[in-house]
């Protein structure tokens, strides 16, 4: 009886650890083929999200410095457009100092002051621009009003004018009020865009 007994008991603890095993077994492959497939799953989104955030963040700083840089290219443009507005009309240097002569006529008449000549200087390259300057000769004035408002008129116009050189006289010593002289009077126009290489003749 003992014998048997010992043998059943053996056989039962067989039992247990087959079963032991099976069911760890299963664990395992639980684990391998369930678990872990959520967590790296998980992981992964993680990691996704976390790349979206980070996109979401450099599409947000896009658009805000987008925002800045519209606002200074528009800044850029008005200050562009007043500038345009203030230079001399016309393609060519001829057409340039032709409207400066006509603007300078017109302020002369203006104020009365008598003009005996016009003569038209050797235009020069400043960078983008070209400046057109124009040489005229007083005839006397006995009117040192008109002659002020005459220059204040020239550089407080539409146009940006300016005077680059002056050269004034009294007429007679035993007059003193009257007055001649020339000045040469400038202003600048956009200047001619190279020709491309390709299209030379």
């Known amino acids: 009886m003992k014998k048997w007994s010992f043998w059943a008991g053996g056989k039962f603890s067989q039992k247990k650890v087959f079963w032991g095993l099976i069911g760890f077994t299963m664990a395992l492959l639980g684990y391998t083929f369930g ?11 993680d990691e996704e999200m976390a790349l979206k955030q980070r996109v979401i963040w450099k599409y947000a700083e896009i658009i805000q410095n987008r925002k800045a840089v519209e606002e200074a290219l528009d ?5 562009s457009e007043g500038i345009q507005k203030r230079l001399l009309p016309g393609e060519t240097p001829q057409l340039g100092a032709a409207n400066l002569q006509d603007m300078v006529k017109r302020l002369s008449e203006k104020n009365g002051i008598s003009l005996r000549s016009f003569r ?36 407080h116009q539409e146009k940006e004018l300016m005077i680059s050189e002056m050269d004034l006289l009294i007429f007679n010593p035993r007059m ?8 040469v009077i400038s202003g600048l126009m956009k200047a001619s865009k190279p020709k491309e290489k390709g299209r030379e003749r």
Do not use: C
């Open 35 to 45: 678990i872990v497939p959520l967590w790296e799953a998980k992981k992964k989104a």
């Open 75 to 79: 800044r850029t443009r008005k200050q």
């Open 120 to 155: 038209i200087l050797e235009p020069k390259e400043i960078g983008v621009y070209r400046k057109i300057s124009l040489q005229i000769e007083l005839a006397p004035t006995n009117s040192l009003m008109s002659l002020g408002q005459f220059v204040h008129d020239l550089e």
């Open 176 to 183: 003193p009020n009257t007055i001649q002289g020339n000045m």
